[in-house]
């Protein structure tokens, strides 16, 4: 209930007198993520390294209570928090982990999630991007669609088939 309640109060007295003005514009209102970054909430449900550890039902309502507001930047805090950090706090490996999801939990950083292509929509199994090793990383091959955050993130989550093992 605090989480709603602070995330309700920041909706309301920063973002609803504001947001028409942004979408007639057709921008993100950037000036609002240091401030929606104090209420702590950036990391979700994700423990350690920073993030708040929250549980899923104060996530839910967090989500609920910007989209009473406003669904683009409802649409911000899903993509960053439940796609981008989750995944990492998931499935990264500990460096990744120590090295992005502070930033991230602080929204220093922000997170975009790239799982969706043209030819299949987002199911998973029938990745069609491939990444094969290449000197210092990674090399993709494909192509991506509807990428939230994609435009302004610092950290890009890309789901790609690895060209060696099929995985």
């Known amino acids: 209930?605090?989480?709603?309640?602070r995330v309700r109060?920041?909706?309301?007295?920063?973002i609803a007198p504001v947001i028409a003005g942004f979408w007639e514009r057709a921008e993100f209102p950037h000036a609002l993520v240091p401030g929606f970054a104090a209420l702590g909430v950036g990391g979700g449900s994700v423990v350690g390294y920073g993030c708040p550890g929250?549980?899923?039902?104060?996530?839910?309502?967090a989500t609920v209570e910007l989209a009473r507001?406003?669904?683009?930047f409802s649409t911000f805090y899903l993509v960053h928090a439940f796609l981008a950090?989750?995944?990492?706090?998931?499935?990264g490996s500990e460096a990744q982990k120590a090295?992005?999801?502070p930033d991230l939990a602080a929204l220093r950083t922000v997170g975009?999630?790239?799982?969706?292509e043209p030819s299949n929509g987002s199911d998973a199994a029938a990745l069609t991007t491939v990444a094969r090793r290449a000197p210092g990383g990674?090399?993709?091959t494909g192509r991506k669609r509807w990428i939230g955050n994609a435009t302004f993130a610092d950290v890009l989550v890309v789901w790609a088939r690895n060209a060696e093992s099929g995985q």
């Open 1 to 5: 209930r605090d989480v709603q309640a």
């Open 9 to 14: 109060a920041f909706a309301e007295r920063e």
């Open 54 to 61: 929250m549980s899923m039902m104060a996530c839910a309502a």
């Open 69 to 72: 507001v406003d669904g683009s």
């Open 85 to 91: 950090v989750l995944t990492i706090g998931l499935l």
């Open 99 to 101: 090295e992005l999801l």
């Open 112 to 116: 975009c999630w790239a799982l969706t």
């Open 138 to 140: 990674w090399r993709l």
